[in-house]
Nanobody
Framework: QVQLVESGGGLVQAGGSLRLSCAVS????????MGWFRQAPGKEREFVAT????????MYGDSVKGRFTVSRDNAKNMVYLQMNSLKPEDTAVYYC????????????WGQGTQVTVSS
């Protein structure tokens, strides 16, 4: 059974940066598209980014384009989300998942990591 564990969240001031990590266990990461989503209180889950198996193809939500970068290390079974120029509206719980967007019924999700951006 695949397990995903996110880390790297925290409190940061607007304009700052954070790097989220997603450790995958229970299956090899190679061959799998991976994704990041986020959910703020009272809001629907929002697409953040996806990355294909090789890392050559990435996609981003409109609200994070140009500021966030998704990457992966298949040898380490890790997926990353580098977040720069953070804004208060980026405050949310960030989730790592298997598969791309939109989410599917077979996707595995992590427990999430809280990111809070202060103004």
């Amino acid at each position: 059974q695949v397990q995903l564990v996110e880390s790297g969240g925290g409190l940061v001031q607007a304009g700052g940066s954070l790097r989220l990590s997603c450790a995958v266990s229970g299956r090899t990461l190679s061959g799998a598209t991976m994704g990041w989503f986020r959910q703020a209180p009272g809001k629907e889950r929002e697409f953040v980014a996806t990355i294909n198996w090789s890392g050559e193809i990435t996609m981003y939500g409109d609200s994070v384009k140009g500021r966030f970068t998704v990457s992966r290390d298949n040898a380490k079974n890790m997926v990353y989300l580098q977040m720069n120029s953070l804004k208060p509206e980026d405050t949310a719980v960030y989730y790592c998942k298997t598969g791309g967007a939109p989410p599917g019924p077979r996707d595995a999700w992590g427990q999430g990591t809280q990111v809070t951006v202060s103004s």
